[in-house]
């Protein structure tokens, strides 16, 4: 029999692409069983009008992340407007644009890819934060290289995303790069921080509101002290 608590930690691995959080930190995951025909895992969102894009962006991701640790693996969602055609999509292994057709607003990998890109610049915006709280300046953030970061989890976080992005994660390779992975341009930190503050300021407040609607919603604790508790 699965161990449950490898398929929260399997899911703890998938993200709410628009705030760059767990799912489990969020909430969304409802029930998790394991029965005779493999895991079933229950997901639900805050409100019943969540992108399908994203909504099934987020199905399938956890659908493959437990897969890798339990096998057969069945994931359904509840309380949404298209729950069923979501679900029979996600069962029958079919692409979000073959399911939606000319609702589809483009293949889920280009959305997950655009993205991650944008929690990396987040990410790295956050690191910056850190490193200026040490005493950077801005100069030291252009010269610094991946081998003059201090240890921290933040940027084990940023340092993880930044090679499954398929950026140079050399010792040697700038810190501050764009999104593509090129360097930043003395002339363009301003506007390059600007533009990942911003990212940064989008990506906390959704997830805020996201917890408040689910909580609303379904009247239940809060979702990041109920998510410790399969930590």
Not at 130 to 144: R, S, V, Y
Request: with cysteine; proline share 4%.
């Amino acid at each position: 029999m699965t161990d449950l608590a490898a398929v929260y930690a399997a899911l703890a691995q998938v993200r709410d692409p628009e705030v760059d959080e767990p799912i489990t930190a969020m909430g969304f995951v409802a029930d998790v069983a394991s029965r005779e025909d493999g895991i079933h895992v229950t997901l639900r969102l805050p409100t019943y009008f969540c992108a399908p894009n994203f909504t099934y962006l987020m199905m399938a991701d956890a659908q493959r992340a437990v897969e890798a640790v339990a096998g057969r693996v069945h994931v359904a969602l509840e309380g949404h407007f298209e729950s069923g055609r979501l679900n029979t999509a996600l069962a029958e292994h079919q692409e979000f644009s073959a399911a939606f057709g000319d609702e589809a607003t483009g293949e889920l990998d280009e959305i997950r890819d655009r993205f991650r890109r944008k929690a990396f610049l987040v990410r790295q915006e956050r690191l910056c934060r850190l490193l200026e709280e040490e005493g950077a300046d801005a100069q030291a953030l252009l010269t610094l290289t991946i081998g003059d970061l201090p240890p921290s989890r933040a940027c084990e976080e940023y340092l993880r995303l930044r090679a499954e992005l398929g950026i140079d994660c050399d010792l040697g390779a700038p810190f501050l790069v764009a999104a593509d992975g090129t360097r930043v341009r003395p002339d363009r930190l301003h506007i390059h921080r600007r533009s990942a503050s911003v990212l940064a300021l989008s990506f906390e407040s959704n997830g805020a509101l996201c917890r408040a609607l689910l909580t609303a919603r379904y009247d239940q604790p809060d979702p990041v002290a109920r998510e410790g508790a399969h930590t």
